[in-house]
């Protein structure tokens, strides 16, 4: 038998960019731009990417990581307020399997000609396949991907 748990978690990730909010917030809005810095990568097969940006709108992705199982990512856009917040509901799922269901929240402040954003994501993780520690690098490693497609 399967263990069924869950572990609730909440963390927050702060980056600073040295480009205005309107900039950042483009490089989620922008299809082609997220694209880039959010799915593709070395090692990375992409077999679908959408994202219809606007609130009620859904952005997905299908992809595989050096043949490993198939990672579905289908998010829905909550709440977007353009060049400030950006708030998706999203669940990840691997080999056909849930392992998460989270409430993410992007901020974007412009502070001394730059731009502050905080990610805050508040995920429920099943079944020991996904966890906050795991999650957390890997948003950062999407963040740090992000300034390099900002150009910094």
Not at 57 to 70: H, K, L, S, V, Y
Not at 117 to 126: D, M, N
Request: include cysteine; glycine fraction near 12%; charge should be neutral.
């Amino acid at each position: 038998m399967t263990d069924r748990s869950v572990v609730h978690s909440t963390f927050t990730i702060e980056r600073t960019y040295n480009v205005s909010a309107s900039s950042v917030f483009s490089a989620f809005a922008d299809q082609e731009t997220k694209r880039r810095w959010f799915v593709e990568g070395e090692g990375w097969q992409i077999h679908e990417y959408h994202n219809d940006f606007r609130t009620g709108g859904r952005e997905g992705a299908r992809f595989q990581f050096r043949g490993g199982p198939e990672i579905v990512n289908d998010t829905l856009y909550q709440n977007i307020v353009h060049d400030r917040r950006i708030v998706f509901s999203y669940t990840m799922t691997v080999a056909g399997n849930c392992i998460s269901a989270s409430l993410s929240t992007v901020e974007l402040m412009q502070e001394n000609g730059g731009t502050r954003l905080v990610y805050t994501e508040q995920g429920a993780y099943f079944d020991g396949r996904d966890g906050p520690k795991q999650r957390k690098q890997g948003w950062g490693k999407l963040l740090a991907a992000l300034t390099n497609e900002l150009g910094g």
